[in-house]
Structure formats: C-alpha cells, structure tokens
C-alpha cells in the first residue's frame, strides 16, 4: 500500500516559480516509478514528469527546461521545482506511483498561473 500526499500549490503570476511536494508512505526504494501528472479542465491528464525505477527522468516537451523533478530518498520526497511559469500550467498536480502494477495517485493540488 502506498499513501501519496502533495502540497505546495498555489497562485502564481506569470514567470514566477512554485515547488510541489509529495510525501510517500513507506519505502520509496520499492516503488516502480513515479512522479507528476497534471490535468487541466476540459483535459486530460498529462504527465509531467516522472523517475523511472532505474532514475531517469522523463518530462513532457512542454516543461522541459522549466521544471524539475527530484527525489529526497531519506524524506521518502519527491518534489517537482517549476520555473518560469506560464498560465498554460495551470491545472491540478497528481503525484502518482507505480508499485506491483498498481498506479497510485494523491489527492492533487492546484497550480494556477495568472497572466
């Protein structure tokens, strides 16, 4: 069983940055894969960007070079640091893990992007 629990959401203007948090229940060495997703109203939900279990990283074409994904192994943490914001980021944020084929998913948090 995982328990995912993001925080760190907010409003921010254009060009600013936010830091998303998501504390993992349990060892995050057992876990398959993970990291973030976004859905936007109207849309579907996208991946942001994620580890897999060997560590390399995977980011959607539209936040490379913007945002960053990193694991805190000791914190059971995996954060995701988003520069450069832009009001197309807006959305709600989902940490999501992967575990013996199971997909797990927080409860999400909301990122808004005012222009």
């Known amino acids: 069983q995982v328990q995912l629990v993001e925080s760190g959401g907010g409003l921010v203007q254009t060009g600013g940055s936010l830091r998303l948090s998501c504390a993992v229940s349990?060892?995050?060495?057992?876990?398959?894969?993970m990291g973030w997703y976004r859905q936007a109203p109207g849309k579907e939900r996208e991946l942001v960007a994620h580890?897999?279990?060997?560590?390399?990283?995977n980011y959607a074409d539209s936040v490379k070079g913007r945002f960053s994904i990193s694991r805190d192994n000791a914190k059971n943490t995996v954060r995701l640091q988003m520069n450069s914001l832009k009001p197309e980021d807006t959305a709600v944020y989902y940490c999501?893990?992967?575990?013996?084929?199971?997909?797990?998913w927080g409860r999400g948090t909301q990122v808004t992007v005012s222009s």
């Open positions: 580890f897999s279990r060997g560590g390399s990283t």
């Open positions: 999501h893990a992967l575990y013996s084929s199971i997909n797990y």
């Open positions: 349990g060892s995050i060495f057992s876990i398959n894969a």
